[in-house]
């Protein structure tokens, strides 16, 4: 089959160019559609009981993470002039398209209650700019009476805080990014203006920054990418063409990645921008194999024609194998049922099919028309330094077999002693480094006011209207102060804090009516609230209260304290205290959120990824059994290439990194990867028992010897390639990049070291028996020697000279 595949593709390269170039131009048009993602992972799927509630939650009361924070702590906002710049500041974000609504001291209402219309009124503090410094020092004594500011927009240390409300609709979307800086320029004009350090958080500030961030590493580590690749072919083969015709099929493939994306109307998210750059480093050594065996066959004194004839049937179906179990790694992700975890799978499985079909059509077409190498392009086969490592790799596995196996053994152990350090953490903002101004602007929050990460909970009372049901409030008062007296927890808002500020209001001001109502007073308080009902008061109770009067919303914000913790204080903690305060009542109490949701996710993706290792682990030992037909050849080569896996499990151990999406997601991409040098050599060293009459020594030295620099090559491409992954902002790029290049720099050793040593100990012996891949006569679908149609194949004349 592969001799045909070789006629056709040599025999038709006028149209099959045209056929590439006209589909990647398609591509390239449907490319300009592709959007970017300005929303958060959706993790959970949307059956999960808590994912119901969640959305549930949503839909009565609105985006619950909608919110941006500036803080500030300095004793100068309270001067005259710079109070008054804080006051414009925030009418000047308020003016901002997006914004909805702006509280801060500047601007917080005061609730008033009118006797004479017995009604309440909402009236500004501020209803100008203060004139005078004790204008302001009254003022500003004032609010701080009202109980239902404090710990909220000031905090016991002096800490104050400026809540900024943005439009769904505009926070999930592309303009979210301009409101979000004309923001933080206003922000840092006035910081700029009054020496006042302003501290930023809030779930729409990250996303944005992340959002940001995600298109920026898009673009430079594309870039990286491809010069490190360059540099490394240009190391390798010494000459001009080895370099820029791999690097236009990784263009091309590039182009297709953004037309894949546009045509299933995926967007760009901080996982599908990461393939491009991935796909560079991952479809370069398919090149390489097929470039390297060019240049041996070339060597061996075949001529052009020959030579590109033969790397198709010889490379192509190994590639094509190999291509396969890379694909694997990737497209198992569509079982974990994260429709961000499928796009990123399908859009990988459907880019490195293309990836292998550019590359054993475009790679010989183009060196069809090419002049045939000189003896000068040729001098990287005999490069000293890998002939060198490739003898020494020889005398190792011929003389230390034993060494080999203790060193692998005693590195397995350590890297089971290691696993077991490792723990399944992550954080809503461990995508950042520590020292990223984020992190440290999130910390100021967490310090004064218990953090910014919305949490919230949701009553059910089960009647219309029922959260007048005598009792219910004070169950919710004792909710409440459950959840206030949790140190990580900030102290909650709900409609019994509009009811307190309304007794406090109803009492002229007097703090010590900050309280539930009694039953008298409250008959008042609700008698002053329908006659409000016109004025922004009626806006207060919306918020905490659902249009029905049914469901009850108690809201706060909490430190961004991790999952471990996260699930812990929730379940061993929030519900079985809040099940005991409800049990009886007919209440029914659901904790919920934006936070709650992401820490779930955390432990579901985790999860679902370690069931994709199995199912990759498995799918990839299929092939391998069916290729080489035999048991142990599963075995023997499938542990060069679990053990770097248990490898990198350990040194996350030992190095303290965690078991996270960003880490869990690398394992069954890289056994994908590094299970590729294992076919190329038993590939090889099937062909060596057939040409060496069943001599299992020297079949293994010489499949060593012929695929020992080409797997050495597209190990330190790969390396290289997901090395500069860890120059990146976000920990998981950075996981990705420092985890996946230790996985596959091991891999590289151990099947250059480990699986000849085990071939040879298995089979050097037993000459007289079958090998243990007898049975795989079919793997090259031909004989060695049958004859390609070289009639049909015109590739030019030989004494073209190479440019």
């Given at each position: ?30 490319a300009?559609?592709v ?33 941006f ?40 209402p ?17 209803s100008?700019?203060p ?16 109980k239902?500011?404090e ?78 690749v360059?540099l ?56 390489i ?64 099919a ?19 190498p ?5 001098k ?39 696993s ?30 218990s ?7 949701e009553i059910?009372?089960k ?17 409440e ?30 703090s ?61 903690v929030?519900?079985?205290?809040l ?19 992401f ?14 290792m ?22 023997i ?13 350990g040194?996350?151990g ?30 090889k ?19 060593l ?60 012996n ?7 891949i ?24 030989e ?5």
């Amino acid at each position: 089959m592969w001799k045909k595949i070789a006629d056709f593709i040599l025999g038709n390269r006028i149209p099959i160019l045209i056929f590439i170039g006209i589909t990647t131009v398609f591509m390239g048009y449907q490319a300009k559609d592709v959007k970017w993602s300005y929303q958060y992972i959706r993790i959970i799927p949307d059956d999960d009981p808590d994912m119901i509630a969640f959305n549930e939650f949503q839909s009565r009361f609105g985006e619950d993470a909608s919110s941006f924070v500036l803080g500030i702590k300095d004793p100068k906002l309270y001067q005259l002039e710079n109070f008054n710049k804080f006051m414009q500041l925030g009418k000047d974000i308020k003016d901002l398209h997006g914004i909805t609504n702006v509280l801060s001291m500047a601007n917080v209402p005061n609730l008033i209650a009118n006797r004479k219309e017995q009604k309440f009124e909402i009236h500004p503090f501020f209803s100008h700019p203060p004139s005078t410094q004790a204008e302001l020092d009254s003022i500003i004594g004032k609010e701080k009476e009202v109980k239902a500011f404090e710990h909220r927009l000031i905090s016991k240390e002096g800490a104050t805080a400026m809540v900024i409300n943005m439009d769904p609709v505009i926070l999930n979307s592309k303009n979210r990014t301009a409101v979000m800086l004309k923001l933080e320029a206003r922000a840092q004009e006035f910081s700029d203006e009054t020496g006042i350090k302003l501290y930023y958080a809030g779930m729409p500030y990250v996303r944005s920054i992340m959002a940001n961030n995600v298109k920026k590493e898009t673009m430079v580590f594309l870039g990286i990418s491809i010069g490190v690749v360059a540099l490394v072919l240009f190391l390798f083969f010494r000459s001009f063409s080895p370099v820029f015709y791999p690097l236009v099929v990784i263009g091309v493939v590039i182009v297709w990645i953004m037309g894949t994306l546009a045509l299933f109307n995926y967007e760009i998210t901080i996982l599908t921008g990461l393939l491009p750059p991935v796909l560079v480093v991952i479809g370069i050594p398919n090149c390489i194999y097929l470039l390297n065996k060019y240049h041996q066959e070339i060597a061996n004194g075949l001529d052009k024609r020959d030579a590109l004839a033969v790397i198709i049937k010889k490379i192509g179906v190994v590639t094509l194998i190999t291509n396969t179990t890379t694909a694997i790694g990737f497209m198992v992700l569509i079982t974990t049922g994260i429709k961000a975890m499928q796009e990123f799978g399908i859009v990988a499985g459907i880019n490195i099919a293309i990836t292998f079909i550019l590359s054993i059509t475009f790679i010989p077409i183009v060196f069809s028309y090419l002049p045939a190498p000189q003896v000068r392009h040729l001098k990287h086969l005999e490069f000293k330094p890998t002939n060198w490592l490739i003898h020494q790799l020889e005398v190792l596995v011929t003389h230390y077999r034993s060494g080999v196996y203790v060193f692998t053994s005693l590195m397995v152990a350590v890297s089971i002693y290691g696993s077991y350090q490792v723990t399944a953490e992550s954080y809503m903002v461990d995508d950042l480094p520590e020292d990223y101004h984020v992190k440290q602007d999130l910390r100021f929050f967490e310090n004064e006011f218990s953090g910014v990460m919305p949490l919230e909970i949701e009553i059910d009372t089960k009647k219309k209207r029922g959260y007048m049901k005598k009792g219910y409030l004070g169950k919710v008062e004792e909710i409440e102060d459950f959840i206030g007296s949790l140190h990580e927890v900030s102290p909650p808002i709900s409609i019994n804090t509009f009811l307190k500020a309304a007794n406090q209001s109803f009492h002229g001001g007097d703090s010590s009516f900050y309280k539930l109502p009694s039953r008298s007073e409250m008959s008042y308080i609700m008698k002053y609230a329908r006659n409000s009902a016109d004025d922004q008061t009626s806006s207060l109770s919306d918020a905490m209260i659902d249009s029905t009067g049914r469901f009850i919303r108690i809201t706060t914000s909490m430190a961004d304290i991790g999952s471990i913790k996260m699930e812990n204080l929730v379940d061993d903690v929030i519900r079985p205290k809040l099940a005991e305060i409800t049990k009886g009542t007919g209440l029914e109490a659901v904790v919920t959120g934006s936070t709650l949701i992401f820490i779930k996710g955390n432990d579901f993706l985790i999860k679902n990824l370690k069931q994709s290792m199995l199912i990759a682990f498995f799918l990839i030992a299929v092939i391998m059994g069916t290729l080489f037909g035999n048991i142990r050849i599963i075995i023997i080569s499938l542990i060069p290439n679990i053990i770097p896996l248990l490898f990198t499990l350990g040194l996350m151990g030992f190095l303290g990194i965690p078991l996270k999406p960003s880490t869990a997601i690398v394992f069954s991409i890289a056994f994908g990867i590094s299970v590729d040098d294992s076919i190329h050599f038993l590939a090889k060293y099937r062909q060596e028992i057939v040409l060496h009459n069943y001599n299992m020594k020297k079949a293994v030295i010489m499949a060593l010897r012929e695929t020992g620099a080409s797997m050495l090559y597209t190990s330190i491409v790969l390396f290289c390639g997901f090395a500069i992954f860890m120059g990146s902002t976000f920990g998981a790029t950075q996981a990705l990049g420092l985890l996946t290049s230790v996985t596959l720099i091991v891999a590289m050793s151990t099947n250059l070291t480990l699986l000849p040593c085990l071939l040879y100990t298995f089979d050097v012996n037993k000459q007289a028996m079958h090998p243990i891949i007898d049975g795989m006569d079919t793997f090259y679908f031909e004989d060695e020697d049958e004859e390609i149609d070289i009639d049909r194949i015109n590739v030019g004349s030989e004494s073209e000279e190479e440019e």
